[in-house]
């Protein structure tokens, strides 16, 4: 069983942007458990929708918290230009 917690941030014409926190951490499981309710990723030809807008998954872990041999660590990663870019088109286009 793998489970993942989102929340909506915006939403757009054909899309939204989400957080998702994932609790178990199992391969592709942000891209599979979106795909299983029919709202596949921007950019993910897997799982998704392939787009012209984006040339990979429009997916981003800007923020990353594990511990590992009692010892906590946690990364914070700016959100690259891509995606920036994509989210800048995407609110174009919602006007």
Request: aromatic share 10%.
């Amino acid at each position: 069983p793998a489970l993942t917690h989102y929340k909506t941030l915006a939403q757009y014409a054909d899309s939204a942007l989400l957080a998702a926190t994932i609790v178990t951490g199992r391969t592709h499981q942000i891209r599979v458990h979106f795909a299983s309710q029919g709202h596949g990723l921007l950019g993910d030809a897997t799982y998704g929708v392939a787009s012209p807008l984006i040339k990979r998954q429009a997916l981003h872990a800007w923020k990353m918290s594990f511990e590992y041999k009692e010892k906590q660590y946690s990364y914070i990663c700016p959100v690259p230009a891509d995606i920036r870019e994509l989210l800048r088109q995407l609110s174009a286009s919602k006007r």
